[in-house]
């Protein structure tokens, strides 16, 4: 069992940057394939990055590839979405998820855990 906290949302203007982190109960952690994902109002939630369980692998949707970074601590068992560049079009609720594999799953029904997600809203 994996309880996943998101934090580090917030409001920022086009061009900004913000870090989400995402902590993780469990002494198995790095057992653990994260990923992170986006919901805005009215549209699926959608893959964003995802990262090995060792960190050595990273995965990103197109949409955000070159502006986000994403990176894993499991000595503190949390995993962190760099965001710079941000867009109004980023504005969304993020979640974390965790999935017990060898790859990098990019749908929503592949991952086990989620957080309860944070807020970022980018204005124009």
């Known amino acids: 069992q994996v309880q996943l906290v998101e934090s580090g949302g917030g409001l920022v203007q086009a061009g900004g940057s913000l870090r989400l982190s995402c902590a993780a109960s469990g002494r198995t952690f790095r057992t653990y394939t994260m990923g992170w994902f986006r919901q805005a109002p009215g549209k699926e939630r959608e893959f964003v990055a995802g990262?090995?369980?060792?960190?050595?692998?990273?995965y990103y949707a197109d949409s955000v590839k070159g502006r986000f970074t994403i990176s894993r601590d499991n000595a503190k068992n949390t995993v962190y979405l760099q965001m710079n560049s941000l867009k109004p079009e980023d504005t969304a609720v993020y979640y974390c998820?965790?999935?017990?594999?060898?790859?990098?799953?990019?749908?929503?029904?592949?991952?086990?855990?989620w957080g309860q997600g944070t807020q970022v809203t980018v204005s124009s």
């Open positions: 990262i090995s369980w060792g960190g050595s692998r990273t």
């Open positions: 998820a965790a999935v017990s594999t060898v790859g990098i799953p990019t749908m929503r029904g592949e991952y086990a855990y």
